[in-house]
């Protein structure tokens, strides 16, 4: 029953909240499209709920069963979509050249790489540092509906992940099932990413940008298996970066698409702060590809969309810096170091 109550958990963060979306909107699913839409949406929305509930004080069990309920039942009840719903396209063998086989080849073997230590590490729980005495604590602090204090400007997605396998397991001595969920983005981020390549057949741009992911991941000092933030923000970072290249293939601008890579930029501040500076980077990127005469309205939308979601929580914590409620770490970082200005920011 533990081992099951565990995945429910690993579902709910990752698949259930998308899907049940994605099904209302009447969107037709395949695989590729979960990771690519359902995934990301999956995580904005566990964190916007259960920041809500969290802040009016109703973030107990029966309210993460009672979400999950809701969404099964969306997912049921809209099982089949109405006719006219568009599908991925497939890939056109016959147009694929040598430079798209190899990056197929670099993306599969990266993959596995990670696949391989991810399954070694498969039953560890969190001992990194960081993860057990910071985000595991606020984490804790999810679990008990309150809203985590001395936080700094550190955002919280990380901990509330964590509060989700321990309300379904109803314990927070297991932290198993709670580091899984989160060093498994690296992975489901790399499938969005090649799945942004199946669709709009551009199988090299988008394998190797894939592949470019877990080299710079596993290659880091990011300890991409301990549970900390720092795979999981370049993870979603690169989804968001996956929607922006978009607009290189030959196909025709798609502000949803570009509008949803901005939400994801959003979200990647929401990670961790490494993200804010995707912010501008997201549209500049975008206006790189288009013609210098293209409408700059989708621009400022996105910019807008990335820094409202980012917001939430930044803001958030200005107004507790303001009221003297939480102090900033940044201060202290500062105060604690020693020699002139340019040297302390370099600390």
């Known amino acids: 029953m533990f081992i099951y109550l565990g995945t ?39 964190y916007a709920v259960i920041f809500f ?18 969404e099964l039942f969306f997912i049921w009840y809209f099982r ?15 147009k694929v050249t040598n430079l798209d086989f190899l990056g197929f ?15 070694k590490s498969f039953g560890s ?13 606020w984490g804790l602090d999810w679990y008990a509906n309150q809203l985590p204090k001395n936080t700094g400007e550190y955002p919280q997605l990380v901990p509330i992940l964590y509060s989700i396998g321990y309300k379904f397991i109803h314990s927070t001595e297991v932290t198993f099932f709670a ?21 709009y057949r551009s199988l090299r741009l988008f394998c190797t940008l894939a592949s470019g992911l877990y080299l710079i991941v596993l290659n880091s000092y990011a300890y991409p298996l301990t549970g900390i933030a720092d795979a999981p923000v ?18 025709k601008m798609n502000t949803k698409h570009f509008y949803f890579g901005a939400a994801i930029i959003g979200l990647a501040c929401l990670t961790k702060q490494a993200g804010l500076p ?26 807008a969309i990335s820094s409202i979601i980012a917001g939430s929580w930044y803001i958030y914590k200005e107004i507790q810096f303001f009221y003297h409620t939480d102090g900033s770490w940044i201060g202290g970082v500062l105060a604690a170091s020693n020699g002139t200005i340019s040297q302390k920011l370099i600390r």
């Open 80 to 94: 089949s979509p109405k006719p006219g719903s568009k599908e991925l396209h497939r890939v056109d063998l016959n």
């Open 53 to 70: 509930l969290t802040s009016i004080g109703l973030y107990y069990s029966t309210s993460i069963w009672t979400l999950c309920a809701i």
């Open 179 to 199: 580091k899984s969920t989160v060093v498994s983005i690296p992975l489901f981020a790399s499938l969005a990413v090649f799945s942004v390549g199946l669709k």
């Open 278 to 303: 995707f912010i501008l980077f997201y549209p500049l990127l975008v206006l790189t590809t288009q013609a210098v005469t293209s409408p700059k309205k989708p621009y400022l939308i996105s910019f």
């Open 125 to 137: 729980i969190l001992n990194h540092w960081d993860a057990v005495s910071s985000w595991n604590r």
């Open 8 to 46: 429910l958990s690993f579902f709910q963060a990752f698949f259930l909240p998308g899907i049940a979306v994605a099904k209302a909107s009447n969107k037709k699913l395949n695989l590729a499209s979960v990771f690519l839409y359902c995934v990301p949406l999956s995580l904005i929305l566990n």
């Open 105 to 119: 080849a670099f993306f599969i073997t990266t993959f596995f790489y990670y696949l391989t230590r991810w399954i």
């Open 234 to 251: 370049a993870s979603i970072v690169f989804i968001g970066i996956g929607f922006a290249l978009l607009q290189m293939v030959p196909v």
